[in-house]
């Protein structure tokens, strides 16, 4: 710019980016260096909302961006600091070398989160959902859930299950959900999801689970539910599911209305170095696709990590979108307590091992500030040692350990069952008169507005196939069986690529207005008691979206839940989420869920990558009464596989091959009595078969029978 050491006593004014009227550049200098260069680092000049870049600018101003905390509050954060410290010390003395993947060096996450929960909460925020893997994990559990240490205790010590029928799983991937009262007296409710050791998986969970508690509880009113994603360094710049999370942030089927993610950062990934790890400057560089602000903060400066995790927040409440905070710290350990970091880090090894932990840095201060003694921090320490001394006498009399219902509000009137109980028949009726006025409903549309004339041919004819010939398609099963549930007070939610048309133009959910492109949803037009049709066309993801809508139907039981593939050939885009959850949720975590994934199956000329949902790998991971796959031949037995899924009181996930050529095959209709009077048949018998002339006896199912 011109300027030199001549130019530092020359006043200039500086404008109202700085806050600062005319002044030296020196103390220019000094108070951009003040904001920007010292335990705090923003990014935000990318952003294109002025609005924001000013919101941004204001906050950065206020006491040059530093933290300005009272006595009795600094005293508060060195307690939840102890609280963090202390736990992990705990357990290395109690349970040598035994895995808990600790939190050690990076110990401020816990005053973060709580001082976000507590002022989220006078926000009006009565609902928290939280992701995050291993590290620390445990430490979160305990400090900010509430899950007693006796607990966590019992599962360290390795003891049985108190249910015989569930697996269990690692104490470090167990979920939580606890109601608590924050300092500032509000009650609130607080999830963690359970995950599996797959990183990052657990995000578009979180994102499907606060979606549908804003859906349910909070509708018109999104902020009453907030969603904060814990991440490591390695995993949010390495795995491709964050970005698949990220650009839901603003989609209509998909936002929660901002998220605030936190990573952990310890700058290396088991024995990786963070310059191996990455191209991108920051591992939070993702974050700017969606023009997020991303905030760098040293993670040994508590108040600082406070300040950032405030400021993140407010911007959170203010403009409902997405913020990162980069939590620069180190890991004390190896990858977990047993392994040898030296191997691969042995001078990075060798500071840390004479680095003093954040509690210690922080009482430090405080003591030079005059606002504790000396034996304040070691009366912390012993008094909260005391209380988990108290927790593991207790545990060591408890003779086994109890796997707690996740978000057990929304499941309280669901029951596990076995194999022999998901043989027996649901009772999937629905009477024939409320079926004509459904029927009626979806077959007319608004006189006042213009459709395409295939539209209009289209719903005659579906008016027709229902009123005059009695033979119905495929498609007008599907939205029969939606429209019932929807008159029963359940809601139906759909998503996937494609989905309000169809990929095979066979469903029409959202039929568009000639001229303006207004969405028309008759399935939302039935009465005005009914429960809510909620279909979405997906971002092209499947990992993604299919975590997102197993997440939605974790926590909301009372919602048809459907994923649909464009053809069942690309599901395994999302196999993570198959293997870890869909298959095995409920066994490692005792967790229903009643998804249902609709995998277009058929060879029809299409190619090697659009013929086959791979039925046979989905057979293999059906064991232990974990789910139901389904391969339907007439539209009346899809129709009673839908309905069943709901009216069924228990939940599991529900695995169905659906036709393409079938969708249009003149054989391939039910009959209105079907729907109404029947129910879903395991075996369909050959009714017009002589039984005394019978030889051979030809099982079959889907498109094989009318080929």
């Known amino acids: 710019f011109g300027l030199s050491e ?12 700085l806050g600062l009227g005319p002044v030296s550049l020196t103390e220019i200098i000094t108070h951009l260096e003040s904001i920007y260069c010292e335990s705090i680092g923003i990014e935000y000049m990318y952003i294109r909302n002025p609005e924001e870049i000013r919101w941004i600018q204001d906050k950065l101003n206020i006491n040059d961006n530093h933290p300005r905390f009272a006595p009795e509050k600094q005293k508060y954060i060195l307690k939840k600091l102890n609280e963090a410290v202390s736990f992990e010390s705990f357990l290395h003395t109690k349970y040598v070398g035994q895995k808990r993947f600790s939190l050690e060096g990076g ?3 816990i005053p973060a989160l709580d001082a976000i929960i507590d002022k989220a909460a006078r926000y009006g925020v009565k609902r928290f959902v939280m992701g995050m893997a291993h590290r620390g994990r445990l430490n979160v559990l305990n400090n900010i859930f509430g899950k007693s240490a006796k607990d966590i205790f019992s599962e360290f010590d390795g003891k049985d299950y108190e249910q015989d029928i569930f697996d269990g799983d690692v104490k470090y991937h167990l979920g939580w959900t606890s109601h608590r009262e ?19 998986a657990v995000g578009p969970i979180v994102q499907g689970i606060a979606r549908a508690k804003q859906d349910k509880r909070a509708p018109g009113n999104f902020s009453e539910v907030l969603p904060i994603l814990v991440h490591g360094d390695a995993a949010i710049a390495g795995q491709g599911v964050v970005y698949e999370v990220v650009q839901m942030a603003q989609l209509d089927g998909y936002k929660t209305h901002g998220t605030i993610h936190v990573v952990v950062n310890n700058q290396i990934g ?12 920051y591992c939070t560089d993702v974050g700017k696709a969606t023009l997020s602000p991303v905030l760098h903060v040293n993670a040994d400066d508590v108040e600082a990590v406070i300040h950032a995790s405030l400021f993140a927040l407010d911007f959170r409440m203010q403009f409902k979108r997405d913020v990162f905070i980069d939590l620069l710290g180190y890991r004390k350990y190896g990858h977990n307590e047993g392994d040898e970091p030296r191997f691969t880090q042995p001078q990075l090894y060798k500071a840390i091992a004479m680095h003093k932990n954040p509690r210690d840095i922080y009482a430090d201060k405080l003591l030079q500030e005059g606002i504790i003694d000396s034996i304040y921090v070691k009366e912390l320490e012993s008094l909260y040692k005391a209380s988990l001394e108290e927790e593991l006498k207790d545990s060591r009399k408890v003779e086994k350990t109890v796997i707690m219902p996740f978000m057990q509000d ?31 409903a979806i077959t007319r549309l608004p006189g006042s507005k213009k459709f395409l004339r295939k539209i209009e041919r289209l719903i005659d004819d579906r008016h027709k196939m229902y009123f005059e ?11 029969l069986a939606y429209g019932s549930l929807l008159e029963e007070g359940f ?7 494609d989905v309000e048309r169809g990929t095979f133009s066979h469903r029409h959910a959202v039929l568009k207005v000639e001229d303006s492109e207004e969405e028309v949803v008759l399935l939302n037009e039935i009465s005005e008691n009914q429960g809510t049709f909620y279909i979405y066309n997906s971002l092209l993801s499947e990992y993604g979206v299919l975590g997102f809508d197993y997440g939605y139907a974790m926590a909301s039981p009372d919602t048809l839940t459907i994923w649909e593939a464009q053809f069942g050939d690309f599901s395994n885009g999302a196999q993570i989420v198959i293997d870890q959850y869909i298959s095995a949720a409920e066994d490692k975590w005792k967790m229903q869920n009643g998804l249902v994934m609709l995998l277009p199956h058929g060879y029809e000329g299409q190619g090697a990558e659009h013929s086959s949902a791979r039925m046979e790998r989905y057979l293999q991971l059906c064991a232990r009464d974990n789910m139901f796959v389904a391969n339907c031949t007439t539209p009346a037995n899809f129709y009673h596989l839908l309905r069943r899924q709901m009216k069924a009181d228990y939940r599991k996930p529900l695995i169905v091959f659906t036709p393409k050529s079938l969708l249009r095959h003149p054989k391939a209709v039910s009959t209105v009595e079907s729907l109404a009077d029947g129910s879903f048949q395991t075996v369909i018998d050959d009714a017009g078969a002589d039984v005394n002339t019978i030889k051979t006896l030809v099982f079959c199912t889907g498109k094989f029978y009318y080929d």
């Open 6 to 17: 001549a130019d530092l006593n020359t006043i200039f004014n500086a404008g109202d980016i």
């Open 107 to 109: 110990e401020s996450l």
């Open 182 to 200: 924050t300092d500032s007296g509000e009650r609130i409710h607080m999830s963690i999801a359970p995950n599996p050791s797959h990183l990052e």
């Open 270 to 281: 088991f024995t990786t170095n963070y310059l191996d790890a990455r191209s991108s400057t």
């Open 410 to 440: 929304e499941w309280k009137d669901f029951r596990h069952v076995d194999e022999r109980e998901m043989a027996k028949t649901v009772d999937t009726t629905y009477p024939r008169e409320k079926l004509n006025i459904i029927a009626g």
């Open 469 to 479: 010939t009695d033979s119905l398609d495929w498609g007008m099963g599907e939205l």
């Open 491 to 497: 809601h139906v939610r759909i998503s996937g690529q």
